[in-house]
């Protein structure tokens, strides 16, 4: 029932996601405005659509991962999108895994649960959506192994839950329209204060001589082990293959870590309590954006801030 699958957003993350589905064997047709983007698709053999609506005539289901919430409610709602005409054409799911705020997550499936479909499929006429942002880096994307966290109906996530497992290593159910991309913002206000913090404790390390491999050595096996310090640690030649070593290019840019931390910021105050290291990392990453490293991986707060190498 979900074999025709529509994928919008072919970036970074996308690309890779897409990738995964074609091997898993999903009929894929796919629309991004990058045209180098959807040229690398269209050489595979996949199908290329000039608008989000088109897309949406050849799929059951169209996940959109896409860079924030104005990106999104463009391709769902703008002249050509996926709600263009006032009716569903076709998708009885849809699937946003951008990382946006839970307002507009829950707004957009509001909109979708009041649209018909234009034409039924079996018993299903009202389509549904999740909000399922991810986590993990553009390595995790490339090997499958990222995790998905859903918000919206429990049954569309179980239908949808194959599709999840080619992408990724795991799919957790969060609860409602929303509860994704909450959970999203929660997970990523961890990241960059523990990025922050570990490049924070390398560079001290450093200055007092010790050196980052040594002290990565020890925190990976202390208490004071994370991802940003065994995965992706910051300091430039301590790991292989991770942006860091490769002059902070590719990865996830301190642009999206910034919007990440706006989000987590405008929550925060909705929710009325003071959340002192949110607004922290989020002046933080504001001014790593504004110093020109927008589009660096957001690791690269270590270089910028502590070893002296932007001077
Ligand atoms: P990206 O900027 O590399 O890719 C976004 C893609 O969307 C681009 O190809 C762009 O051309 C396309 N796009 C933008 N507007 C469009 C539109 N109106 N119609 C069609 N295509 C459009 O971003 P990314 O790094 O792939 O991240 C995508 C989302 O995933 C973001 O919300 C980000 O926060 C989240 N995320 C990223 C990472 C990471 O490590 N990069 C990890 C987890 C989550």
């Known amino acids: 029932q979900l074999q025709n699958v529509g994928f919008i957003g072919l970036g970074n993350m996308g690309s890779r996601m897409a990738n995964n589905l074609v091997k898993a064997g999903y009929k894929l ?20 659509k000039k608008t989000p609506y088109e897309v949406s005539e050849a799929s059951d ?3 959109t991962m896409l860079p924030s919430s104005a990106h999104v409610i463009d391709v769902y709602t703008g002249p050509n999108g996926l709600l263009h005409g006032g009716k569903l054409l076709r998708p009885w799911l849809l699937i946003d895994s951008s990382t946006i705020d839970p ?15 234009k034409e039924k499929k079996g018993d299903q006429e009202t389509p549904v959506k999740l909000d399922a942002p991810v986590s993990g880096s553009v390595i995790a994307a490339e090997a499958g192994t990222l995790t998905f966290m859903v918000g919206g109906p429990e049954e569309a996530f179980l239908a949808a839950k194959s599709l999840f497992l080619s992408m990724g290593k795991s799919a957790i159910y969060c609860g409602g329209a929303g509860s994704g991309s909450a959970a999203k913002l929660c997970n990523n206000l961890a990241l960059a ?6 490049s924070e404790a390398l560079a001290l390390g450093q200055s007092l001589g010790v050196a980052a491999s040594t002290l990565t050595k020890i ?16 300091v430039p030649g ?24 706006n989000l987590a910021l405008e929550s ?3 929710a009325g309590c003071k959340y002192p290291l949110t607004s922290q990392a989020q002046k933080i990453y504001t001014e790593l954006c504004s110093d020109g490293h927008e589009a660096s991986d957001f690791s690269c707060a270590f270089r910028h801030y502590y070893s002296g190498l932007d001077e």
């Open 61 to 63: 289901v169209v996940i």
């Open 29 to 48: 047709t796919v629309y991004d405005l990058n045209s180098d983007a959807l040229k690398k698709f269209s050489q595979m053999g996949v199908s290329t």
């Open 219 to 234: 925190f990976n096996c202390s208490s004071a082990r994370c991802w940003s310090s065994d995965a992706y640690n910051p």
């Open 193 to 198: 204060v523990s990025m922050l913090g570990v």
């Open 103 to 117: 307002q507009t997550s829950r707004n957009l499936s509001a909109t979708i649960s009041n649209y018909n479909l």
């Open 238 to 261: 301590v790991m292989e293959g991770v942006p860091s070593s490769r002059d902070y290019n590719g990865g996830f840019a301190s642009k999206l870590m910034a919007k990440d931390l």
């Open 268 to 270: 925060a105050k909705q």
